[in-house]
């Protein structure tokens, strides 16, 4: 599925751009604000090609796409703007439901920070070059080094411009306004006073008889969030009261003339003091119990990334390098991801599985680079023990690297490639972190074991042996029965197939959603005959508008999807008749759909055929009769062991 139809299916299935509030993305995972939840069809998009997972949390639907988010989230604005109006990125006030007012607040600080990661992210790396170069002492003095620390300090300098524009997004205001107050914070009559406070003496100016206190807002974070928040309230009071023919004029200059004012006077104290009191209350925990400290912030940093929440401790991160040049937060992140890539990599020495040794392979790599949602979604977590052996292996690092006093210098993706940002009482400490990171994921990995080797490498050969060759007998026994098609053999389940082709191992479809088996276990058929018959008595769970998907669950709890063909949602129907609806009872040999491979693949589109047990994780093995060779509808496929 190419991005446009995974954007046009996703928004579809979040209930249309009119439940839409709010919409932003981080680095794996679109993230909606929806006026009614409910309306968001969480167990179809879980299912969607391209989605790795879809979940509630924190007050947002987040659908984890990975690496080509981005390309999705343009897709997604496109056509929000060409067909169904603007989606801005802020949350709709007008929306009436109750909500969490924890969840308000971490959807905010996800909202105005996330926009900002790139720069963020960006200038980190640089920080890190700079870094590694001075080491080095190489170009030492010279005009090079002079501008890439620049490009380096630039957004941690100049923060409160950034976060106005987020900031402003976030809360439906005007954000050359919102410019305008972080202009009014930077300032070089308040920072030049600010800076000589200990020369001359003087700490505040005279507003009208009242005190502007003399602060250095430069790198500094809430002062600004609070300004533009209380600006999104002045704003349309003063336009309602304003006449419509003069509000071009007059509106922006009240505003202004009433908020830079209070943001000197009450709001950019404030937020400063609530700053420096969060930053030393961290600095306290740590003094006071800074292994423990670190390793659990170390130990639920994975947890806090599968639920979304690791942005909430960015505020606090920036603030603690504005006020001290560095934060102890960061490492504790290090440790986490890569311990998850070591999990990865235990997994990958595990499994026999070809196509998840692939995607733990990659993933692993990918984590150790900082971005870790690809292992724990499509790895770690689907095995539940590797994940839970990162998130170990994290807590102890995290808790070492508090003991040598382990700290990082700017906000940058927690990798390999950013280690010049980290420092620590000998730098050899964080290397021998990251390396125990990596080697106690990978050993904790081990000694937990993956679910899939649970009963041996010996007992999983003998039951598919077993069961290649009584294949043939149960098929036959399947078929006599007619009505039943999803038997038992002792304490196994056999689902027959729902057509009549050629088999082909999953991992030849030509999308990595199958492929990967990210969809969940099963094989590939490609069709000889365009009928897709019930292999068993169930329910319809989904059948997509563009009827080239069916989503069913058996009598049984059994959940599988039978996809047909590759990328053929773009044929909109087209080639493709359902003789059933979502939600109907079916029986074994019911027609579900009709389609015609000629013309399926005259369009251009490949009609191979994948059939995957989605709900995988509630059994102990799925088996395939053969990865090659010809069946027939309602001959036995795929084995189920509890």
């Known amino acids: 599925m190419n991005n446009k139809d995974l954007a046009k299916n996703v928004l579809d299935l979040v209930g249309g751009e009119q439940n839409i509030s709010g919409l932003t993305h981080c680095a794996t995972r679109l993230r909606f604000v929806l006026k009614d939840d409910n309306k ?36 997604l604005k496109n056509l929000t703007s060409d067909h ?23 959807e905010t600080i996800a909202g105005i920070f996330t926009p900002v990661l790139p720069a963020l992210i960006g200038c980190g790396m640089i920080k890190c070059v700079a870094t590694v170069i001075a080491a080095l002492g190489w170009l030492e003095g ?14 941690f300098y100049f923060m409160p411009f950034f ?10 205001t005007n954000p050359y306004l919102a410019v305008a107050l972080a202009a009014g914070l930077m300032h070089p009559v308040i920072l030049e006073a600010a800076s000589k406070i200990a020369e001359t003496g003087v700490k505040s100016i005279d507003f009208l008889g009242m005190p502007i206190l003399l602060m250095k807002y430069s790198s500094s974070v809430i002062p600004i969030i609070l300004a533009v928040w209380i600006m999104s309230y002045v704003y349309p009071v003063v336009n309602r009261v304003v006449p419509k023919f003069l509000q071009v004029l007059i509106t922006p200059m009240i505003v202004l003339f009433i908020m830079v004012p ?5 709001l950019g104290p ?7 009191w969060l930053t030393d209350g961290i600095n306290y925990l ?63 020495f595990l499994t026999k599985n070809k196509t998840m040794k692939s995607a733990a392979g990659s993933s692993g790599l990918t984590a150790l680079f900082g971005i870790t949602e690809p292992a724990i979604y499509g790895v770690t977590l689907r095995y539940k023990r590797p994940f839970f052996a990162g998130c170990a292996a994290a807590g102890l690092v995290g808790g070492f690297y508090t003991l040598v006093d382990a700290k990082a210098t700017a906000i940058s993706l927690p990798g390999v490639l950013s280690l010049g940002t980290y420092t620590a009482d000998r730098y050899i400490y964080i290397v021998i972190g990251c390396i125990a990171a990596v080697v106690l994921g990978f050993v904790f990995t081990l000694l937990a074991g993956i679910k899939e080797d649970s009963d041996g490498n010996k007992s999983k050969q003998q039951a598919t042996d077993k069961f290649n060759e009584n294949s043939t007998s149960a098929a036959t026994e399947v078929t006599s029965a007619s009505a039943v098609s999803l038997t038992s053999t002792s304490s196994d389940m056999l689902i027959v197939s729902p057509m009549t082709g050629e088999i082909k191992p999953i991992s030849e479809v030509e999308d990595q959603a199958f492929a990967q088996e990210l969809m969940g276990k099963g094989i590939a058929i490609v069709p000889t005959e365009g009928k897709v018959y019930a292999p068993f008595d169930g329910v319809v769970e989904a059948l997509y508008r563009t009827k080239h998907a069916i989503g069913l669950k058996a009598t049984n709890g059994v959940e599988i999807l039978i996809h047909i063909g ?15 609806e979502q939600g109907q009872t079916i029986k074994a040999g019911d027609l579900l759909v009709e389609f015609d491979p000629e013309g399926i693949t005259s369009a251009g589109y490949n009609t191979i055929t994948s059939i995957v047990v989605t709900n995988m994780q509630q059994y102990g093995d799925v088996l395939t009769t053969a990865t090659s060779g010809p069946i027939g509808e309602s001959e036995a496929l795929i084995k189920l062991i509890p």
């Open 40 to 75: 968001a069809d969480l167990k179809s998009l879980d299912q969607l090609e391209g989605v790795l997972k879809a979940q509630n949390s924190g007050g947002q639907i987040q659908v984890v796409i990975g690496a080509k988010v981005d390309a999705v989230y343009s897709e």
């Open 84 to 106: 169904i109006g603007e989606l801005t990125d802020s949350t709709d006030s007008g929306s009436k439901k109750r909500r969490n007012p924890v969840n308000i607040v971490l």
């Open 142 to 155: 010279s005009g090079f080094m002079s501008i890439i620390n620049m490009i380096g300090d630039s957004i």
């Open 163 to 172: 976060l106005a524009v987020s900031a402003a997004n976030r809360f439906k």
């Open 262 to 266: 209070l943001e000197l006077i009450i």
């Open 270 to 276: 404030i937020g400063s003091y609530i700053g420096n």
């Open 286 to 348: 740590y003094g006071t119990v800074g292994v423990l400290a670190g390793a659990i912030l170390g130990f639920f940093k994975p947890i806090m990334v599968m639920f979304g929440m690791h942005y909430a401790i960015m505020p606090i991160q920036i603030q603690q390098i504005a006020t001290i040049g560095s934060t102890m937060l960061l490492p504790a992140s290090l440790a986490a991801n890569l311990a998850q890539a070591g999990a990865a990599f235990g997994v990958l």
């Open 566 to 580: 590759v990328d053929t949602v773009s044929l909109k129907g087209k080639y493709f008749n359902a003789h059933i």
